[in-house]
């Protein structure tokens, strides 16, 4: 079975390739990418010029809810999210309910989403049993039943000796630790950025230095044992300056920014629908040189992924008052248009760096398989329409959860197609 | 804008008036004036000055705002609330004979919603009512005891009254209501 | 009255006559003039509060629901001798005693409210924003009795108005306001109402009870009680909670009391015409000396009774606008 992608410009960084290429697909992998493929024999795909032909997405931060929470999302409902926004492949986080502690719920998840049969889920197991924070989980089982990372997300990883354990023991296995890095005493009950905003709102602040606190702690651990630790939703400026310290200092640090971080700040809180939920979540947005921050994180490489943080919540959970409200929003369906109109579109790094960001530097983070087209290799492929003027409509999205903040953005730059394994999982309706 | 009083006639009727309350009351024994805001009031403290000239006499007199006694209030769809001002009857209005004062007479629902505000004032012993200008046209069984002026209209004018206390003149003026600033309230 | 004294009618605020919003959830968002027109109104509406019979027929066949998520005797009391006598049928739903406890939720709670349609709902709750998710699950008008730590609007009118009685203004007056500025509604709500009518507004309390960013609020601060009274002609003390020394803001409330307590010495510094306030309820020995609560220069009493008349005026001009509106988005 042959697939010809004929007329695309193909964007490989981890090749350093592009320019304009037909990629020829067969048995499911990619077999040739070269100039002026003949089309016999092949299942054609005419791409309009410029359209952009890229090693599948990979969004090594989501929520996908089961088990234990499938009124938010299932790995069904979740994988099909993924390939409509463009992700061949996903890391889950482990907090389900159960928490993904041990190598049967790791199993459990597999088996889901090979029944689902779209996107690749690769789990990340808890550091800790229950993400308690007390004791140190089967690392090694549970990479052994497929984990490619562990985390205690939804929390910081308890305690500093824990972490200093987790990164020896995770570096044995030659694993990262990936933090969800906040300062619970400084975090406490807090639900906004502590700034004028939560202020004049009455809500409770987080500060920034909640954030980079935990990041400095990290850091310093993973230069302690020589082990690598990734940094989640990064969203402060005080982080980013940590982060940049340690990778000059030769530290195996990496870091992810969500899009509505670099995006969206607190001002946003005071807005026309005045406490908006969707407008929750941990991290939270924070304030304008925060922001920039991590624009500028983004364009200079100091950031090495744009991660979404994808977190389904249903409409009941978060009609609710602000305080109470679960903190979270959707990604998976809304990165591709904001990372283009927002990041290449406004000049801010051109398409090359958009990819990387999105497919090749999370393959590497997490050691996954994909994010590159080399022969041979799986055909996990996204066509992106630059130029598609859309507009985000949860009404017509594949999760279940219709949680954000950009319903109603006009956004420029489309998934056209995606293809998992050569075979086409998405495709865009005219 | 036909003039029906000039500075003049309205004097001359607040004297006629103040003669005849004197006459059917025989004297100002128990009597108090309460003036209907917002041009009750002034006509209220002029008949009273009247009075006193004449009889030589104080007549307590207090001034009534009706607005939170409309039948009106808050049915109107369109339009703002209207804005209220403070009441003052410094007295005791029980077993007074209470001499509502006002400055036109109309519909007389304006003379309803004020006969309900006095009567949680306490319990006068009689209430009579004095208008400067009866204009016909009403939509309630209310008459007035003293009448400045009797002036037939029509229910495309309205009277306005305008006194010096408020308006730098004294007149009575019939203007019809398609002409600018002749905005009318129902009284 | 005397018959030959000029004329003086009451001022009618310059060129407003209704209130914009349908809903009173907050200062944020009102502008001077519909300050001025609630202030106005709740003048005439203080004079039924003097009368034998306390009582105008103004809302009748209007209902109105108190809803409180957060136990409150003033408050309600006040909100409900206000609808009383207006004659508005009122029903105060106290939480602790409805099905609330019982796990249902806010929305919930308001739906099943709304089916006995109210004109307009009288809430308090914890949450910071309560009222305005009530503005967009709801069709009643809806009034902010206090919401978490965000505003508590009446308060703020029921403070302006009596501090207007006595000063005869509030542009270029010296308010200082002291205590535990970052969890008060009070504060808030006072803040943007004292700064939209010109006055200068001083704020005094621990650098732990400051609220974040305080600098864009429009005010001076300081950690000196001295130098906040200096010169006052209004010192409103805000309580200060036992709770606050768990989360490390105060070591005690005896050394708050020593460092922020307002004392008859403390106030000699002020204005000799200088009124004090508390929205109460007061904490004695804590943030205000008794002898200052019950002295001479104490408004607290007026502040109560004054509260009655503010809350008619607000519900008489809320009651007034058309209910036809379409919901909020």
Redesign the interface.
């Known amino acids: 079975m042959k697939v010809l992608l004929k007329g695309g410009r193909v964007i490989d960084p981890s090749a350093g390739r592009d320019g304009e290429f037909d990629v020829l697909i067969d048995e499911g992998r990619v077999a040739l990418i070269d100039r002026d493929l003949p089309r016999d024999g092949c299942e054609v795909f005419e791409l309009k010029k410029g359209w952009i032909v890229a090693p599948g997405l990979i969004d090594i931060h989501v929520h996908l809810r089961e088990p234990g929470q499938e009124h938010k999302e299932t790995i069904a409902s979740g994988a099909a999210a993924a390939v409509a926004g463009g992700f061949t492949a996903l890391a889950c986080m482990p907090n389900t309910e159960p928490v993904n502690d041990h190598a049967g719920i790791t199993q459990f998840i597999l088996k889901k989403a090979a029944e689902a049969n779209l996107a690749r889920v690769y789990p990340i197991g808890a550091v800790s049993l229950g993400s308690k924070g007390e004791q140190l989980a089967e690392l090694g089982e549970q990479k052994s039943a497929g984990c490619v990372a562990f985390s205690d997300d939804g929390k910081p990883v308890a305690t500093a000796l824990l972490m200093r354990r987790a990164l020896e023991y995770a570096g044995m296995l030659g694993m990262p630790i990936v933090d969800h890095c906040e300062d619970p005493s400084l975090k406490a009950d807090g639900v906004a950025h502590e700034g004028f905003y939560a202020s004049a709102l009455g809500l409770r602040g987080i500060p920034g230095v909640a954030e980079s606190l935990m990041v400095e702690r990290d850091v310093s651990l993973a230069e302690l044992t020589g082990a690598h630790v990734h940094i989640c939703h990064m969203s402060a400026r005080q982080s980013l300056r940590a982060v940049r310290a340690g990778k000059e200092r030769g530290v195996r640090v990496t870091c992810e920014v969500a899009p509505h971080h670099f995006i969206l700040t607190d001002e946003a809180l005071d807005g026309p629908i005045k406490y908006d939920t969707n407008l929750k979540m941990n991290p939270p947005l924070r304030e304008g040189a925060d922001r920039d921050a991590m624009l500028e994180g983004i364009a200079d490489g100091t950031v090495d992924v744009i991660a979404t943080d994808h977190a389904p919540h249903h409409a009941d959970e978060k009609m609710v008052e602000f305080d109470r409200a679960p903190f979270g929003i959707t990604g998976l369906e809304t990165a591709v248009p904001l990372v283009f109109d927002r990041l290449v579109h406004a000049g801010r790094i051109g398409v090359v760096r958009a990819i990387e960001l999105l497919s090749t530097n999370p393959a590497r983070v997490l050691n996954l398989p994909g994010g590159s087209l080399a022969d041979g290799s799986p055909a996990d492929v996204v066509v992106i329409d630059p130029e598609r003027r859309t507009t985000v409509d949860v009404a017509r999205q594949q999760s279940k959860s219709k949680n954000t903040p950009f319903q109603g953005w006009d956004l420029r730059g489309a998934v056209a197609f995606t293809l998992v394994g050569g075979r086409v999982v998405h495709r865009l309706n005219s | 804008m036909p003039e029906v009083m000039d500075a003049d006639r309205m004097s001359r009727a607040l004297t006629r008036i103040a003669h005849e309350i004197l006459e059917r009351n025989r004297g100002l024994h128990e009597l108090a004036l309460v003036g209907i805001r ?1 041009r009750g ?2 006509i209220a ?1 002029r008949l ?2 009247a009075l ?1 000239e004449i009889n030589g006499e ?6 009534l ?1 009706i ?3 409309r039948d009106d ?2 049915r109107t ?2 339009g ?9 009857i ?1 007295f005791s209005i029980d077993d007074r004979k209470i001499l509502l004062v006002d400055d036109v007479l109309y519909t007389g629902r304006t003379i309803r919603a004020a006969l ?2 006095l009567i ?3 319990r006068p012993r009689a209430i009579q009512l004095v208008v400067l200008v009866d204009r016909g046209h009403r939509e309630l069984p209310i008459k007035a005891d003293y009448v400045g002026k009797n002036v037939p209209t029509s229910l495309r004018e309205s009277v306005q009254v305008r006194l010096q ?2 308006d730098r003149i004294d007149e009575v003026v019939i203007e019809s209501i398609d002409q600018p600033g002749s905005a009318e309230v129902k009284s | 009255m005397n018959v030959d004294a000029p004329v003086t009618e009451t001022p009618v605020t310059a060129g407003i006559k209704e209130l914009k919003s349908r809903h009173l959830l907050g200062i944020a968002g009102l502008e001077a003039a519909e300050i001025s027109l609630i202030l106005d109104t709740a003048e005439a509406m203080k004079e039924i509060g003097n009368r034998a019979i306390k009582k105008v027929p103004a809302l009748r066949g209007r209902t109105v629901v108190n809803l409180f998520f957060e136990p409150s005797t003033r408050t309600r009391t006040s909100f409900e001798i206000a609808e009383k006598r207006l004659s508005a049928d009122t029903l105060s739903i106290a939480t602790a005693t409805s099905s609330v406890t019982k796990g249902e939720s806010l929305i919930d709670t308001v739906r099943n409210i709304e089916a006995m349609s109210p004109d307009m709902i009288v809430m308090r709750h914890a949450s910071s924003g309560a009222p305005h998710l009530l503005t967009r699950i709801g069709r009643a008008a809806v009034i902010n009795a206090g919401d978490g730590m965000h505003e508590h609007p009446t308060q703020a009118l029921l403070d302006a108005f009596t501090i207007r009685e006595h000063k005869g203004r509030l542009a270029g007056l010296k308010v200082a306001i002291v205590g535990d500025l970052l969890h008060s509604r009070v504060l808030r709500s006072n803040v943007l109402l004292l700064r939209t009518m010109g006055a200068d507004v001083c704020l005094c309390g621990p650098a732990t009870l400051m609220p974040p960013a305080v600098g864009r609020f429009g005010v001076s601060t300081t950690s000196s009680i001295d130098e906040a009274v200096e010169g006052a002609d209004v010192v409103m003390m805000l309580r200060i909670q036992q709770e606050r020394m768990h989360g490390h803001f105060i070591p005690s409330l005896r050394e708050y009391f020593a460092l922020f307590g307002l004392t008859p010495e403390r106030l000699r510094r002020a204005r000799a015409d200088v009124i004090v306030m508390h929205p109460g309820p007061m904490n004695r020995g804590v943030e205000i000396d008794s002898e200052v609560a019950d002295g001479p220069y104490s408004v607290i009493l007026e502040q109560v009774s004054n509260g009655v008349a503010v809350r008619m005026a607000v519900l008489y001009l809320l009651a007034g606008r058309d209910s036809a509106e379409p919901i909020d988005a």
């Open positions: 917002t009031v002034p403290r009273a000055r006193k104080d007549v307590p007199t207090g001034a705002d607005t939170l006694y209030l808050m769809a369109v703002p609330q209207p804005v209220i001002r403070r009441t003052e410094p309900d505000a949680d004032f306490g206390e408020i």
